[in-house]
């Protein structure tokens, strides 16, 4: 076993017994690595077991890597200016923070252009609106929703959030609110939640993805 093969067996096993606890199967709650400031040769070894897609924060490191290395998939879970949503929807396989109108709409637009399918997932949050991780609040959904106005190219996965970790109710909060969405448009939405330090409570609140980084590849 190499430490990376170690670390996911043991992240396997949080995995498992959080959703043992909670009566869930655990091949319903996605395991998605996150390779912001990792080297690239861990990231290929982490490919190598079984890993198609990793989460990158920034778009010019993410561009490093991809530039070295094609052949990896790697999807947006970090801000998102609207002039980089060209780069950004040519180089990742998924964008995953979409939180306001104005960047759905650009998106929209530049799918068309590229002639490019992508899925994405709206960021929210239901907390502190002005924090730089960004997000939309629970308001102005209805908004990017319309923005998005159901185009086949930008496929809507469901919500990502970064619930404070201080406050308990806040992973079932998103859980409530992809519940009375999903009654809204009648149809299935994921919820990605849950990082190397919270995944158990994010599972039990119904997370569909975890998002891990340093337990997944060691400190940065
Ligand atoms: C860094 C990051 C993660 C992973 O965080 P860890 O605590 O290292 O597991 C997940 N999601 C987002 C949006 C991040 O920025």
Redesign the pocket.
């Known amino acids: 076993m190499t430490p990376l093969s170690s670390r996911i067996a043991r992240l396997r096993t949080r995995i498992q017994r959080a959703c043992e606890d909670c009566g869930r199967d655990p091949g319903g709650v996605e395991l998605l690595p ?1 390779s ?1 400031r990792q080297p690239l040769n861990l990231v290929r070894e982490a490919a190598a077991l079984g890993f198609p897609r990793f ?1 990158e ?1 920034y778009v010019q490191e993410a561009l490093a890597k991809i530039s070295e290395a094609p052949d990896l998939g790697f999807v947006l ?2 801000p998102l200016q609207r002039n980089k949503a060209r780069t950004a929807l040519l180089n990742f396989r998924q964008i995953m923070t979409v939180d306001r109108p104005e960047l759905a709409l650009r998106l929209r637009h530049l799918a068309g252009e590229l002639d490019v399918t992508r899925e994405i997932w709206l960021q929210v949050d239901l907390w502190d609106e002005t924090t730089k ?1 960004g997000g939309a609040g629970a308001g102005d959904l209805e908004a990017v929703f319309a923005a998005l106005g159901d185009d086949p190219r930008l496929p809507v996965q469901g919500f990502m959030a ?1 619930p404070p970790p201080e406050d308990p109710g806040s992973f079932r909060a998103l859980d409530l609110l992809r519940t009375r969405w999903q009654e809204k448009l009648g149809r299935k939405l994921r919820l990605s939640m849950g ?3 919270d995944l158990e409570e994010a599972i039990r609140a119904g997370s569909d993805q975890v ?6 590849f060691g400190t ?1």
């Not at 998002?211 to 997944?216: E, H, L, N, Q, S």
């Open positions: 996150v912001k989460g924060n879970i970090g991780v970064i990082m190397s330090g998002r891990i980084g340093t337990a997944f940065r």
